[in-house]
């Protein structure tokens, strides 16, 4: 459960985040919006890249703004970003390896919990490959491998499957779905995509100009005239 309450940030004159207030209970949650709306604010927010100018987080329990970037990743925070992390020159193995080090203590563990999430992504070729050997596919999948290894407690997915076809955004979308069970970690799914947003999450909020529209389960939320007039310039929602 992540308790937000009254997120503002302000970039000078612009407010990305207007007072956000909003409960997110369930292990797979939608956060959706038109362009500028918020959506990638609010990941920094939470993982640590801008600080507020007002308001709180709590996830499960913790108080997230109190802890410094490097420490909410101990915590199990992780995300990925609209444009690719990954090193090209390094291998699928030290790419994911890399988060692996960061997050955790020791070194006990590393590359069983490595070549765990290379799998669970369902990528099948050699660990040490090159990243830059990869399709875009693969390496969309390598992305979501760093942002699953370890032990992972609320995993920000930042438009994971854009760009890909529709039937590897459909596998990407299982992958994302056996997370909570699999990985144990809650996920929130910032994305454009509304069949893999609906496909994918249970409760979805809702962003435009940085406040939240409406929450709640995602098939109410995407029929909401409220949504399909801000999000979608007033066309029906279809999935
Ligand atoms: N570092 C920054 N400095 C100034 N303005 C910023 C900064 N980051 C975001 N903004 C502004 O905040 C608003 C929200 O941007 P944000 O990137 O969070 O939107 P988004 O919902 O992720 O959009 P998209 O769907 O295009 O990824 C935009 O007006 C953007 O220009
Ligand atoms: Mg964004």
Redesign the pocket.
């Known amino acids: 459960m992540i308790e937000i309450d009254d997120l503002t940030?302000r970039?000078?004159g612009?407010t990305?985040?207007d007072g956000v207030t909003v409960r997110l209970e369930r292990p797979l949650c939608g956060l959706i919006?038109?362009?500028?709306?918020?959506?990638?604010?609010?990941?920094?927010v939470l993982s640590g890249f801008?600080t507020p100018a007002a308001g709180s987080i709590r996830a499960f329990g913790t108080d997230l703004l109190a802890l410094p970037h490097f420490r909410r990743a101990r915590w199990g925070l992780r995300r990925t970003f609209?444009t690719e992390q990954a090193i090209e020159s390094l291998s699928i193995f030290d790419n994911v390896a890399m988060v692996w080090e960061h997050t955790t203590s020791g070194r006990a563990g590393r590359d069983e919990d490595v070549l765990r999430a290379i799998a669970f992504v369902g990528i099948r070729r050699d660990p040490h490959a090159k990243v830059g050997a990869l399709d875009a596919h693969e390496r969309r999948l390598v992305e979501l491998a760093r942002a699953v290894v370890g032990k992972p407690r609320v995993v920000l997915l930042?438009?994971p499957a854009a760009g890909l076809p529709d039937e590897e955004t459909e596998q990407m979308g299982q992958v994302i779905r056996a997370i909570p069970t699999d990985i144990g970690a809650m996920v929130i799914l910032?994305d454009?995509d509304m069949n893999l947003v609906s496909g994918v999450c249970e409760e979805t909020m809702v962003?435009d100009f940085?406040q939240v529209i409406t929450s709640g389960p995602t098939a109410d939320v995407l029929r909401d005239e409220r949504v399909v007039s801000a999000y979608l310039g007033g066309e029906a929602v279809t999935s």
């Open positions: 940030v970039f000078g612009v990305s985040l919006g038109p362009n500028g709306a918020g959506k990638t604010t609010f990941f920094n801008v609209q930042d438009e910032a454009h962003l940085g």
